[in-house]
């Protein structure tokens, strides 16, 4: 159990101080923000940290398991939740997380998720979301919105955008929640809420690529992402009061789904049990 309770040096002592710094990402990125969320949310709830497997694929958000000290492996484009599947199958006593990337998740890795989702298998995914692939040159990905411009898409981009958490959703998710990087006392809490999930849990995290999204499409300095966040973002509760066309340019923050579903892992262990029999 972690007993320094100094809340200046958390996230200090959960790094690699001796390995692969200084970091890849840009100053003024919101990867950043996102790691702090999630290794305080860690730290909340006491895990022993080699109880924990933090699992990532490709990308600049899927480096992050490099600098801190879990169990850690960083894998293949787009696979990181098919190892973290054989991970927790494995050790289901495991406390297993993947944290991916728009691109790594949706676009190579977007049947692996949605089928994640659809077993609601014992993992936490957290996606962050920077509408665009910043690593690798400012590409079209999966979630960049119609009209914008990318590298690969300079007349704009034509093809409209997945809704990560809708998705979730749709496809069996038990706990999906979105938050931003702006509001990051709420992105913590709910990492924590989906920590505590019985079956597949996922948060949406919209960050920002001041770099190449926001040079691209004129959006300003990384601040001035911050506060369109800030201006452009609504709860839940408040979205369901106002009208479909109101709300559709907006980021809704908060839980979408938390419902108790069949937990694949379980089920597996009982299968195992009726074929011993």
């Not at 601040?223 to 973002?233: E, L, T």
Request: proline letters at 3%.
């Amino acid at each position: 159990m972690v007993k320094h309770r100094d809340s200046t040096h958390l996230v200090h002592q959960y790094l690699r101080h001796n390995k692969k710094f200084p970091h890849v990402w840009c100053p003024g990125c919101g990867n950043g923000i996102v790691l702090g969320a999630l290794i305080r949310a860690i730290h909340q709830h006491q895990y022993e940290r080699d109880d924990i497997v933090l699992v990532s694929g490709i990308g600049c958000s899927s480096r992050m398991p490099v600098y801190v000290d879990f169990n850690t492996i960083h894998t293949l484009h787009g696979r990181a939740l098919t190892f973290a599947t054989g991970i927790k199958l494995a050790n289901p006593k495991l406390k297993v997380i993947v944290v991916t990337g728009d691109g790594d998740s949706m676009a190579i890795g977007g049947n692996h998720f949605i089928h994640a989702a659809r077993r609601n298998i014992d993992i936490t995914t957290i996606i962050l979301n920077n509408n665009i692939y910043g690593m690798t040159g400012g590409q079209s990905s999966p979630t960049t919105n119609y009209g914008d411009k990318s590298t690969t898409a300079p007349y704009t981009h034509i093809e409209h955008a997945f809704k990560i958490s809708e998705l979730a959703v749709t496809a069996g998710a038990s706990f999906v929640a979105r938050g931003t990087v702006y509001h990051a006392d709420k992105l913590q809490k709910l990492i924590e809420a989906a920590l505590t999930k019985d079956g597949f849990s996922v948060v949406e995290a919209v960050t920002h690529c001041h770099v190449q999204y926001g040079k691209l499409n004129k959006l300003g300095s990384n601040v001035d992402m911050m506060k369109w966040q800030k201006d452009n973002s609504i709860t839940v509760q408040k979205a369901a009061k106002m009208k479909e066309e109101d709300v559709e340019d907006k980021i809704t923050m908060g839980v979408l789904m938390d419902k108790p579903l069949p937990n694949f892992t379980k089920e597996m262990a009982k299968l195992k049990d009726r074929a011993k029999e």
